[in-house]
């Protein structure tokens, strides 16, 4: 009988959501939409001393803004809930009177010292000191105020195998296992305990997640035994690598968290597309890829087993492929949201339209909204900083006076437009006998304060005739022609 494939994403709110975490939360999706099932968020919130205020919100928010759609999660409900860890701890206390019921689990009335004294002898996991007291023994430590954890009791010399979709075949020996905490004595789940009655509840099928928690599974396995659960398929994902080709950190400087890609103006299927690669591969050439085309393709046995570096290079270039794939009006609509943001007011010369012009004047530059605040920061200030290398064209003679023969002549010119522009370096070129960059260069170099930029008539139109003569007029009163 096939199974119905049922997965899942349990991020804590515990801070941003974090772009490594979301390529987990991505090939689950994927892998779900591949096979006609369901995704499922759930909130793990029983680390309550770290839960950050506002942070659930914030992943909710920054899942849909990447394209997903889930079935059942704390927003939306569904059969299975609650969806919320904190909110299902009656639940998780019936389940626990179940091992204890069958002696697979037991009260631990050890103190944090005596299991820190253990980890400094290099006991390499719990003794089992409290594993076989007696009931007279257990009465006497709760006389004492001593409130119990309760742990799991591993069995003796078993083999725990699985065979995961990612690595193959995989097995633990029981005997390398210590007996670990259950229930914390503040009646708070551990997640080795929480996550198997969660995940067998709601019926997931499938467990994807990052290859550091492959060394939870064979004391999450020998829990579903216990309690008579089924055990899913395993999937635990290759690493993501930063440039080093360590481990990615959260604090990396080069990887921000998903709220600042979309602050900064990222388009969300840029986002989408660079992390269905880091460490999936769909065959072929082909790198552009949209939702429905990853959702089609995506396929667990084309998942590498070595860990994927996020390259922060190849991630620009893949968001600026989608930039110029963008429509310039959305690009704009874009734009006009940063500059907003920043309190940058359009200059009086311009207007909607004229802002649509020199957005598509970049737009072959960019890799997101913000991209656009710097590139144009000209286009918005009548006053700029020259360059030195912009200067030092200037100091030549000939240089000026290209500059000062066409700003004569667009003085005089009352029609502004690219191929009036044109049309007056064509009168420089015949009067003074120069061409290509020692015609155009000086001119760049007196409007722009740089040597390199786009369509030169372009930028000359957008930034008005006033500015034009008003900065080349400025600058030549500050540089010393050198002869």
Not at 204 to 225: A, D, F, K, M
Not at 414 to 425: D, N, V
Request: net charge negative; with cysteine.
């Amino acid at each position: 009988m096939e199974v119905t494939v049922r997965v899942r994403y349990a991020p804590s709110p515990t801070g941003h959501l974090h772009i490594g975490g979301v390529r987990t939360a991505l090939f689950n999706y994927l892998f779900a939409k591949r096979h006609g099932g369901r995704f499922i968020l759930r909130i793990e919130d029983t680390d309550l001393e770290r839960n950050v205020t506002g942070a659930e919100q914030e992943m909710l928010s920054g899942f849909r803004w990447l394209g997903f759609n889930w079935e059942e999660g704390p927003d939306v409900g569904g059969e299975y809930g609650p969806y919320r860890c904190t909110e299902r701890l009656p639940i998780y206390q019936q389940y626990l009177q179940r091992l204890a019921d069958t002696g697979a689990a037991y009260p631990c009335y050890c103190t944090p010292e005596e299991l820190q004294a253990d980890k400094e002898r290099g006991v390499p996991h719990y003794v089992g000191r409290c594993r076989h007291l007696t009931d007279v023994e257990r009465h006497a430590r709760e006389q004492e105020g001593r409130v119990p954890s309760w742990r799991f009791a591993i069995p003796a010399h078993r083999t725990i195998q699985f065979r995961d979709l990612v690595r193959g075949d995989v097995s633990f020996q029981t005997d390398d296992l210590g007996d670990f905490v259950l229930m914390k004595s503040n009646g708070i789940p551990t997640y080795q305990f929480q996550v198997v009655v969660d995940d067998a509840l709601m019926k997931i099928s499938h467990v994807i997640r990052g290859e550091e928690h492959l060394s939870n599974t064979p004391w999450q396995i020998l829990v579903y035994q216990a309690l008579g659960f089924d055990v899913p398929q395993f999937a635990h994902l290759p690493q993501v690598l930063n440039s080093d080709r360590k481990k990615l950190s959260k604090r990396d400087p080069n990887v921000q968290p998903v709220h600042v890609y979309r602050e900064k103006g990222y388009l969300p299927q840029a986002i989408v597309n660079f992390l269905a690669l880091l460490g999936w591969s769909p065959g072929g050439e082909q790198e552009i890829l949209s939702m429905a085309e990853l959702e089609e393709r995506f396929d667990m046995d084309k998942i590498s087993k070595s860990g994927a570096v996020f390259d922060t290079q190849k991630l620009a270039w893949m968001a600026g492929e989608y930039v110029r794939r963008l429509s310039v009006e959305s690009l704009t609509e874009m734009v006009a949201e940063q500059l907003r943001q920043r309190a940058v007011s359009l200059p009086s010369h311009a207007d909607e339209k004229w802002l649509r012009s020199v957005v598509a004047l970049f737009q072959e530059k960019m890799t997101c909204a913000e991209d656009f605040v710097e590139l144009a920061d000209g286009f918005f200030h009548k006053d700029i900083e020259w360059e030195p290398e912009a200067l030092d064209v200037l100091r030549d003679e000939h240089a000026q006076a290209v500059v000062l023969r066409y700003i004569e002549f667009a003085k005089s010119d009352a029609e502004w437009t690219p191929e009036q522009s044109r049309a007056r370096f064509k009168q420089v070129q015949t009067e003074l006998g120069v061409k290509g960059r020692q015609l155009f260069m000086p001119v760049r170099a007196a409007v722009t304060g740089a040597l390199h930029g786009p369509d030169l008539q372009q930028t000359i139109t957008y930034l008005s005739k006033a500015w034009v003569v008003y900065r080349a007029e400025h600058v030549l009163l500050q540089v010393t022609p050198l002869r």
